[in-house]
Nanobody
Framework: VQLQASGGGLVQPGGSLRLSCAPSETVLSISTMGWYRQAPGSQRELVAGITSGGTVNYADYVKGRFTISRDNAGNTVYLQMHSVKPEDTAVYYC?????????WGQGTQVTVSS
């Protein structure tokens, strides 16, 4: 199973962007989905996660600006980004956990710059 992330790109400070991530085939029993990011020279850090029951969690630095959601089938996860800042610049990686196995996407670059 491969996760395919899309939606990254160049956006101006204060702008919005929506990331999507879907598996290459239907994945059953997904327990958790979410996004990490990694800026140059930094460690990968959690941005947001959502469980199969709909419980969400966010890193403090994106609370109130980013929203994570999933489709009704539960196989696609989204990250709606608003009021982006230059420090949000990073490669964003999606992940799924299904049956105890973690799957990672290839990453999509988000660059916030004027």
């Amino acid at each position: 199973v491969q996760l395919q992330a899309s939606g990254g790109g160049l956006v101006q400070p204060g702008g919005s962007l929506r990331l999507s991530c879907a598996p290459s085939e239907t994945v059953l029993s997904i327990s958790t989905m979410g996004w990490y990011r990694q800026a140059p020279g930094s460690q990968r850090e959690l941005v947001a996660g959502i469980t199969s029951g709909g419980t969400v969690n966010y890193a403090d630095y994106v609370k109130g600006r980013f929203t994570i959601s999933r489709d009704n089938a539960g196989n696609t996860v989204y990250l709606q980004m608003h009021s982006v800042k230059p420090e949000d610049t990073a490669v964003y990686y999606c992940y799924f956990v299904a049956n105890g196995v973690a799957y990672w996407g290839q990453g999509t670059q988000v660059t916030v710059s004027s």
